[in-house]
């Protein structure tokens, strides 16, 4: 079955760089596009990036542009997203989707990042 | 960028009875060369990860209930649950995924009357 475990989150200072990884198994990694959302407690979902499945081309929210990197590592069948530069308004759970059809279908728990002094 | 507007903000609806959402983007999100429109409804409950509901504005995912439906094309969009079941209680979310960012709405919370 498909499954998408997320890790990687924890508490960070202001302007400090943290990595998230996404382990996938259960499909056939390099086939699918993957997305980052996260959510800022008691708020809604915001999207954050997008890799098309062959890692050519990568989107971001202009909230993280210019600091946040989305990758794919398609031998270990894992998703990044590097965050730099962070701030208290980054404060959210990070989740990991998959793309099917033009959209996020199946999604990780989730993994908390607190961004704090 | 595309704005994704939701109305209601929330909505008590009576079991049984239906329940409908509407979603409004600032720009069409229809793609005109696959007659498809890229907007998708979620679900949420508390504790849990999203669960998309419907894609391509009116294709239900396997294994959602028949009761919800998806509606509209282009820039007006409805999400329906025919007759609310207690477990429908959640926060609904519509996504376009036309054009990167591929922006949320606000959200909708769902409650029993």
């Known amino acids: 079955q498909v499954r998408l475990v997320e890790s990687g989150g924890g508490v960070v200072q202001p302007g400090r760089s943290l990595r998230l990884s996404c382990a996938t198994s259960g499909f056939t990694f390099s086939s699918y596009a993957m997305h980052w959302v996260r959510q800022a407690p008691g708020k809604g979902l915001e999207w954050v990036a997008v890799?098309?499945?062959?890692?050519?081309?990568?989107y971001y929210a202009n909230s993280v542009k210019g600091r946040f990197t989305i990758s794919r590592d398609i031998s270990k069948n894992t998703l990044y997203l590097q965050l730099t530069s962070l701030r208290p308004d980054d404060t959210a759970v990070y989740y990991c989707?998959?793309?099917?059809?033009?959209?996020?279908?199946?999604w990780g728990q989730g993994t908390q990042v607190i961004v704090s002094s | 960028d595309i704005v994704m507007t939701q109305s209601p903000d929330s909505l008590a609806v009576s079991l049984g009875e239906r329940a409908t959402i509407n979603c409004k983007s600032s720009?069409?999100?229809?793609?005109?060369?696959?007659?498809?429109?890229?907007l998708s409804w979620f679900q949420q409950k508390p504790g849990q990860p999203p669960k998309r509901l419907i894609y391509?504005?009116?294709s239900r995912d396997s294994g959602v209930p028949d009761r919800f439906s998806g509606s509209g094309s282009g820039t007006d969009f409805t999400l329906t649950i025919s007759s609310l079941q207690a477990e429908d209680v959640a926060v609904y979310y519509c996504?376009?995924?036309?054009?990167?960012?591929?922006?949320f709405g606000q959200g909708t919370r769902l409650e029993i009357k």
């Open positions: 391509w504005a009116s």
């Open positions: 890799i098309l499945y062959d890692g050519s081309h990568q």
């Open positions: 720009q069409s999100v229809l793609y005109s060369s696959y007659n498809k429109n890229y």
């Open positions: 989707a998959r793309d099917v059809r033009g959209s996020e279908d199946y």
């Open positions: 996504q376009q995924s036309y054009s990167p960012p591929y922006t």
